[in-house]
């Protein structure tokens, strides 16, 4: 019914730029807010950083001055520039989505996408 696409990951050299991407599509009436998750080898899956339908933004201490979460709402998509990449920022980055489905109910929906592999390595 809804669906997440996640696009932008891959391997870069310490220092270098990503650019991820993650579109919703389905029968979606409408998005609350989105964000990104991460899962570093041996650790758990952490926000990264969020934004609302309304642009109100939340990061990760850890990615603050170096990550830009951004969406395009007209598009349903949400973005994330990584800066400055860290091989500590190794991890599978996961979009995910609260939404409200189209002729469904009231009820808010969360939704993740498939993951993307992110490697920082020399």
């Known amino acids: 019914q809804v669906q997440l696409v996640e696009s932008g990951g891959g391997l870069v050299q310490p220092g270098g730029s990503l650019r991820l991407s993650c579109a919703a599509s389905g029968s979606i009436f409408s998005i609350d807010s989105m964000g990104w998750y991460s899962r570093a080898p041996g650790k758990e899956r952490e926000l990264v950083a969020e934004?609302?339908?309304?642009?109100?933004?939340n990061y990760a201490e850890s990615v603050k001055g170096r990550f830009t979460i951004s969406r395009d709402n007209a598009k349903n998509t949400v973005y994330l520039q990584m800066n400055s990449l860290k091989p500590e920022d190794t991890a599978v980055y996961y979009c995910n989505a609260w939404l409200r489905i189209r002729s469904a109910d009231w009820r808010l929906y969360n939704y993740w996408g498939q993951g993307t592999q992110v490697t920082v390595s020399s």
């Open positions: 934004i609302t339908s309304g642009g109100m933004t």
